[in-house]
């Protein structure tokens, strides 16, 4: 079971990109699944999350983020996309994508998240 991150870089204050999940060993709509981010010295947060595809696929945003990122599902590809828009320098993080542990729903609780990507860092400067 893997989940592999990609897709950081460095882009613009305003700018946007498009973060990638890519899961392995596990049917990804069967589960759901978060993002998480961590900026130098700081704790690893929550930001986003999508449930399983049989629990309807909702999605969920922390406050700092809403209306700025929106995730979603491709299932034929088991991934999972975080397309960020409007980015600030304070969005400067590795970006994680996780599989929660078991449960159709969305948790914030990053405990309950068992299986993690190795992290795609994204850069937002000028």
């Known amino acids: 079971v893997q989940l592999q991150a990609s897709g950081g870089g460095l882009v613009q204050p305003g700018g946007s990109l498009r973060l990638s999940c890519a899961a392995s060993?596990?049917?990804?709509?069967?589960?759901?699944v978060g993002w998480f981010r961590q900026a130098p010295g700081k704790a690893r947060e929550w930001i986003s999350c999508?449930?399983?595809?049989?629990?309807?696929?909702?999605?969920y945003y922390a406050g700092s983020v809403e209306g700025r990122l929106t995730i979603s599902r491709d299932n034929a590809n088991n991934m999972v996309h975080l397309q960020m828009n409007s980015l600030k320098p304070e969005d400067t993080a590795v970006y994680y994508c996780a599989k929660k542990r078991a449960g159709a729903g969305c948790t914030t609780d990053i405990s309950d998240y068992n299986t993690w990507g190795q992290g795609t860092l994204v850069t937002v400067s000028s």
């Open positions: 999508i449930s399983s595809r049989t629990s309807g696929g909702s999605t």
């Open positions: 060993g596990f049917t990804s709509p069967y589960y759901a």
